[in-house]
């Protein structure tokens, strides 16, 4: 008897390669698939402006990014000596304004540059819940811990969601007509919504994305979501939070995603490239120079192997890495 509800999903027509940038914007879920594609040196760029939750700040992203705004002080918060920004994650933020203003836009330089070249852009929404503060009435994308009751807090309307990114689709496919946009709904459980608010959330979600599916841009869907809750469906594949799937919950995705997304060549080569960079982490279990000396050119022959087959890699830092070993 199978203990699983297992489903297919239907391998893209559009597969990405070594020679596609990919660009992730959501919440932390898209940072976990995109680190995938750092450890296998694919091409990516993650949450220029940090990670952020829901469709308003998810379109304010791409806004700041393709609108080429230019931030300056006024566009900061002081908070008790620390400068913020309400449109990016805490990674921003400086007791010098200077360095968060300059920090912002020379990300946003470097996402407009990058979305000029890409293929895909992957959207994960994780809630339809946002929160405004109340000095300037607009959604935020961060709270940085500031007590909630300097904020008011709605729930989206489907037709709030799919209103927006109509509009936002609609500038995509005018500014970028040969990327592929995929959404997806995070699994993760924003559990301070409570067990009904957090379904009730997910649930515009989803039908949001279900009538931004007919847009004429002919956006796509990866169920991310369903893999987690209807596939595994286990608090094994949990983290200890009991909110965050767990490392072989996002090892179970990646593979399902792989083989959606990816050709047998690029699944192969991401293999290669994977073991490569976590060898550099690798602990040597030997102090044998002999043993080190045979590990590292073990590993530099992969390199070479690899590079061979596709030479947009770059492995310098693991090449160094090795090489200084075996001057060591």
Known sequence: ?????????????????????????????????????????????????????NPVSV????????????????????????????????????????????KINNGSKEALTFLKTARFLFITFGTARVYRWKQSGKIVSNCHKIPSSEFTHELLSVNDVVTLWNDQLERLQSLYPELKIIFTISPVRHWKDGAHGNQVSKSVLFLAVEELLKHPSSPGYFPAYELVMD???????YDNDMLHPSSSAVDYIWNAFTKCYFDNTTIEIWKE????????????????????????????????????????????????????????
């Open 231 to 237: 596939d595994l469906r286990d608090y094994r594949f």
């Open 59 to 102: 379109c304010n992203t791409l806004d700041t990014i393709n609108n080429i705004k230019v931030y300056n002080k006024s566009d900061l918060y002081n908070n008790d000596g620390v400068w913020l920004s309400f449109n990016h994650y805490t990674d921003f933020s400086s007791g010098d304004p200077v360095k968060v203003v300059e």
């Open 1 to 53: 008897m199978e203990l699983r509800t297992i489903f297919n999903i239907e391998p893209s027509d559009k597969k990405i390669t070594y020679n596609d940038p990919v660009m992730f914007i959501g919440s932390c879920f898209a940072t976990s698939i995109g680190r995938q594609f750092e450890t296998g040196h694919l091409p990516v760029m993650i949450n220029p402006s940090g990670t952020v939750y």
């Open 273 to 328: 490239v994977t073991k490569i960079t976590k060898a550099v982490s690798h602990r040597i279990q030997t102090d044998s120079g002999e043993g080190i000396r045979k590990f590292a050119e073990k590993i530099l022959a992969r390199i070479d192997s690899v590079t061979k087959k596709i030479s947009t890699v770059n492995l310098d830092n693991e090449r160094k890495y090795f090489l200084d070993l075996l001057d060591s």
